[in-house]
């Protein structure tokens, strides 16, 4: 977690994290990471770690890839080296991290694409998840594989992945290919359209989404799990989320304000420190407003998901959904004049 | 401090912090920080606060800089505004950060320089520590003043200067000029000169040093006070401190080795994490290396610090300088070979 010590990511409220597998496969290695007795033994990470496939990463990192049945080639965007990467490797790399929730590889098309484009990748991907499915049977009990819906915008091709995957059958389901760009109304209808088809009983993981509104309205169309740089990069730009909203602290607004972020939040860096101080480290370019930022943004995220839990297992999620959107709505706190 | 957030600071054994007067009065503004209750509310610092003249800085970053009996006149290097510094604004602009402890500008000359710059700078620091006297006549009880030893590498220029300051009576004695690219011998030589004059119930502070044998020495020749960015510098720079003496892990020697950098440090960042990680983080340019090892650095820099203090008034630092500068010979543990 970029700016974040694994301290901090834990004390924030974080029960699991992420692996890259594209990025850990070029460096330094799956192999060496094996070695080294696995990503959390590497990393000290004390907690489960779910991987990517790489498929997405090799998508939008790497130059010159070619997408064949068997697999894709590409060279990596560090040293040129050319690397294949098949559902099988996929596979065999997030086990070699330790990965306790794998994906799945699949092709991820940008939008907007033509339909036989997205139709192609959707069925690729289907054949893929069969693959993946197959190589995931040795597995150690307890690691868990998860199936991705893909079809881009397209309704009925959203649905003939989710049901093709449910009939292979996997741990969870996640949906791929959102958030590379489409309005978040289109986001929401694949959403609404694969959510009844999805099995009741298993997770369903929205992938790289989103801002706290997007993912709020994703809880509240059926999903469980959810994964975005957002707090950590929106936070390196001088962005905190805050319950009134997401705050640019660039703002030269900020400049003489002796208020904390939120005087109620949590989170002691959203107490503890004036928006005069961040502004001041945001426009110096101090790794520390990076720091701070980041913290506060992923702390403000696990927030949201523990009170989104609270509230489902309490029955007030829709109370919950009108006071947190009014919420964001009635904005930041009115500007301070010294 | 770079990359660490204040916690960290303090949870590494650090009692007083430096703040760059001449950063600080040009961005966020002196007057600005003043309003919102000092640097150290400012910060959230708990703790005190030594401040620099500016002067040092005015030399190393603005342009334009002119120096008159009266002030010198430079081009701020982050808006190219004309600013005015004279040793009465520098003592106005540290009252306004609310320092504990101001230090009086003074003119540093860089070496090598002809005996004529070196004698003309160091009398004019005279002329304006004896201005820098006058206006803190005015400072709250409990802060202090310090001037500065100036004469570059003459002996005879750095015993005048000490007298002289001395004749005008300063809170403690710091002396300027030096790590400044000469060698150590050189600095060391002047560091002895100047001892005996410097009188022994003030702190006595060296400037800018420096690496942890350049402090052992000073310390052995009656130096107490130090400051440096090299500890979180240098950890940005994939450099580690420790028992063993620097250690580089951008080297490849550390790729596949599981052991920490020092197993039987107090501080657990050194003892948590493996080097492997450290040179994967490192080399991969992420952002957790360099605080990681800024923390590391630090906390080596401040235990070196108290284990000096503890061997001190126990009366046996001559056994501590020899186990230290052994321990640091010996070099670090032989290479591990997966």
Known sequence: MKGMHWREVRAAGTDIVLGNTYHLMLRPGA?????????????????????????????????????????????????????????ERSIE?????????????????????????????????????????RAFESAPPGCMLFGIVQGGDMPQLRRASARGLVDIGFHGYAIGGLAVGEPQSVMLAMV??????????????????????????AVARGIDMFDCVMPTRNGRHGMAFTRFGQINLRNARHADDPRPLDPESLWPSARDYSRAYLHHLVKSGETLGAMLLSEINVAYYQRLMQDIRQAISEGNFASFYERTRADWTKGDVAPHYA
Chains 1, 2 share one sequence.
């Open 93 to 133: 790399v997030q086990r070699l991290l330790g990965s306790d929730v794998a994906m799945q590889m699949d092709e991820c098309v940008r939008l907007p694409a033509g339909p036989g484009d997205i139709e192609r990748a959707m069925l690729l991907s289907l054949r893929w998840a069969e693959r993946s499915s």
């Open 192 to 217: 609404e359209e694969v959510e009844p088809i999805l099995p009741q009983d298993r997770p369903r993981y929205l992938m790289g989404v989103g801002t706290p509104e997007d993912i709020l309205e």
């Open 31 to 87: 192999e060496r990471i094996a070695a080294l007795g696995g990503l959390q033994k590497f990393t000290n990470w004390d907690g489960p770690m779910l991987t990517d496939s790489g498929g997405f990463q090799v998508m939008s990192l790497s130059d010159l890839r070619k997408v064949s049945e068997k697999a894709v080639t590409f060279r990596s965007h560090i040293d040129g080296a050319k690397v294949e990467l098949s559902p």
